[in-house]
């Protein structure tokens, strides 16, 4: 095991941890740990929330988190000799739970799912789907069952939901800039187009005083992927992954979090992965200028990883960017093709007795694959959703005899 350059004692809060973590993006937020390009270290990491979520029937926890302490990150780790312009070259060595034990903080043996509400966060089909739900997953090695979605079990593809570098401030301003502008297009919108920086529950490490207000007054909040990186939530950076982060600071300042222990692509219900508290060993490197030398100045690049669950056989649920409900097009809008395809197979899977909100879960948190088919041919948009057959305990393909209905117990719900 490498050595921790980030410890978490997961029974105590982020902000009560020896050297606390953060969750804001901002370029004075001190460096938890220095290490020297080529190294290999261990960085423990809290669930995003903070461990918010509990092992229990019901949404309310859901409905009531309180989002302004998220995401909580591991970090930052600084790199000896990075400047702005590099390229830091992180490898995923490894990546998982929180090795043996089991508890009450999400990682410590379980981990879940959630349906954010409208009022707090939503998800990808909030019109339809605008109340909180939880399914509960509990953690078999490298399988996953849950006692709220019977009836499938799937190996997870485990992997950081977020993990970046410190933007400068000149970066930081700009970001602000331009999603307060996002903002003042529809500032009363719920859910809000974007999330400006929030003085409440600011955590940045062992900042204090005035050093801490600047933070709370302009921390860019982590929920949006970025320039740095950020919570790009693709499921295929998972062990073996190697990723090439543009450095905006001195030191570069790596951190890293929200880590998931399964995600189907997009993420659909907003917290829709397995979520959970855990590890990742990482491995640094520098390719020194490498932000010029490849053109890599937007976003990272990256190599995926290459141990992930074999899955062989799908059924594939297709979407276009129309609303049938009310019979309209839109113009080659790949998001509603995406939701379509998500609710075309909802609609599908719930003939076998599952609530539709059991399988909004099941599509945020199992190995589902989302493809962009098609956006050329005017005016829809294509876009599929391929579902591992083999999840499934039963045969979920259509057939004469028609699905097998069982009756399945809830998920979690609000009361
Ligand atoms: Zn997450």
Redesign the pocket.
């Known amino acids: 095991m490498p050595e921790i350059a980030f410890s978490v004692d997961q029974s105590r809060s982020m902000a009560d941890q020896n050297v606390p973590g953060h969750n804001r993006w901002h370029p004075d937020i001190p460096a938890a740990a220095s290490v020297r390009p080529g190294a290999e270290f261990r960085m423990e990491c809290r669930e ?1 929330t903070d461990g918010q979520i509990g092992n229990n029937d019901s949404a309310n926890d859901v409905r009531d988190v309180d989002l302004t302490k998220a995401h909580m990150l591991s970090g930052p780790i600084a790199i000896e000799g990075a400047e702005p312009g590099d390229l830091l070259v992180v490898d995923i060595l490894d990546l998982g739970p929180v090795p043996q034990e089991s508890g009450v903080a999400p990682g410590q043996g379980w981990g879940y799912t959630g349906i954010f509400a409208r009022e707090n966060g939503g998800g990808f089909l909030v019109e339809q789907f605008p109340d909180a739900y939880k399914a509960i997953w509990d953690f078999h090695g490298q399988q996953a069952t849950s006692r709220h979605i019977p009836g499938v079990r799937f190996t997870g593809i485990t992997h950081p ?1 977020l993990m970046g570098t410190a933007p400068s401030a000149e970066l930081l301003a700009k970001w602000n800039a331009r999603e307060r502008a996002l903002i003042a297009k529809d500032p009363q919108r719920i859910p809000p187009l974007a999330l400006p920086p929030e003085p409440s529950n600011v955590l940045a490490g062992t900042l204090s005083g005035s050093a801490l207000a600047a933070v709370a007054a302009e921390g860019a909040r982590t929920v949006p992927a970025r320039e740095n990186g950020g919570n790009h939530d693709i499921k295929n950076l998972t062990r073996g992954s190697r990723i090439y982060y543009p450095v905006h600071v001195a030191g570069a300042l790596l951190s890293g979090g ?1 880590l ?1 222990f399964s995600q189907g692509d997009g993420e659909i219900t907003f ?1 829709g ?1 397995i ?1 959970m508290g855990g590890f990742m060993d990482l491995g640094v490197d520098l390719i020194k200028g490498g932000m010029e030398t490849y053109g890599v100045t937007t976003n990272p690049i990256f190599e995926p990883g290459n141990v992930e669950p074999r899955y062989s056989e799908f059924l594939t649920f297709v979407g276009i960017s129309v609303d049938h409900e009310n019979n309209s097009n839109a113009y080659l809008d790949a998001t509603l093709a995406y939701q379509r395809a998500c609710l075309n197979a909802i609609a599908y899977l719930s003939k076998f007795g599952y609530s539709p909100e059991q399988v909004y879960l099941l599509l945020g948190a199992a190995p589902v694959e989302g493809r962009i088919s098609g956006v050329v041919d005017i005016p829809n948009a294509c876009c599929s959703l391929y579902i591992p057959t083999a999840i499934f305990d039963f045969d979920i393909r259509p057939s004469q005899s028609g699905p097998a209905v069982k009756e399945y117990a809830s998920c979690a719900r609000t009361s």
Do not use: I, K, S, V
Request: proline share 0%; glycine share 14%; net charge negative.
């Open positions: 995003w939901g929200d998931h917290c992965a979520e």
